[in-house]
């Protein structure tokens, strides 16, 4: 089963981006194909950042924001785990909150 797949069944996808998997030609592929194949993607896709490096090219015209997980001067990576179980809670809330 794809990205795509899991997608369209109403899962959500956390991205867990490294440098290591910016250099991965399967892994951009991957996400390239299933953001080509959904609508409304960003609304779906989490990327976490364990590493400052760049988002992939394809995935700039979502403008969706990211989740930092290494810490750095400003906070701590522990803090930064909290931002991500935020972020993903807003994604499945705002979801099911315009369902009802």
Known sequence: MGLAD???RGGYIIVFWSDNARRSAVIENE???A???IDGINDK???ALLEPCPLPQFWL???EPYVQLYGDSE???THRI???MVR???LIYRKTKFLH
């Open 6 to 8: 899991r997608l369209n």
């Open 31 to 33: 996400l390239a194909r």
């Open 35 to 37: 953001a080509s194949d």
């Open 45 to 47: 896709v989490l990327f």
């Open 61 to 63: 015209r979502f403008q």
């Open 75 to 77: 906070r701590s990576a």
């Open 82 to 84: 909290d931002d991500l």
């Open 88 to 90: 993903l809670y807003w």
